[in-house]
Nanobody
Framework: VQLQASGGGLVQAGGSLRLSCAAS????????MGWFRQAPGKEREFVGH????????YYADSVKGRFTISRDNAKNTVYLQMNSLKPEDTAVYYC???????????WGQGTQVTVSS
């Protein structure tokens, strides 16, 4: 699976952005898809993930209630809708894919999100 993240940019605090992650490969619909982020000088942080069908999602406490992950298996794309953005959400955001029960083995190149105060 190859992943391409897009949709990052500069937004004011309180604003919204939607990131997309386009995947290639016929097995996309069988993968869990995750979003991670890494701020300057910090370790990579798990944001959330969605199961293969889209029926199960899980979020980090730091984004719960503000971010929503969805997927469209017909388009081989997973989305990260980010609302009520805060300056501390500033980071490079990565999408990743894995088989259930396995580690995240497939990673996109990252897209920069900058939230100004």
């Amino acid at each position: 699976v190859q992943l391409q993240a897009s949709g990052g940019g500069l937004v004011q605090a309180g604003g919204s952005l939607r990131l997309s992650c386009a995947a290639s490969g016929r097995t996309f619909s069988t993968h869990y898809m995750g979003w991670f982020r890494q701020a300057p000088g910090k370790e990579r942080e798990f944001v959330g993930h969605i199961n293969w069908s889209g029926g199960v999602t899980y979020y980090a406490d730091s984004v719960k209630g503000r971010f929503t992950i969805s997927r469209d298996n017909a388009k081989n794309t997973v989305y990260l809708q980010m609302n009520s953005l805060k300056p501390e959400d500033t980071a490079v955001y990565y999408c990743a894919a894995k088989f259930p029960g396995a580690a995240y083995d497939f990673w996109g190149q990252g897209t920069q999100v900058t939230v100004s105060s």
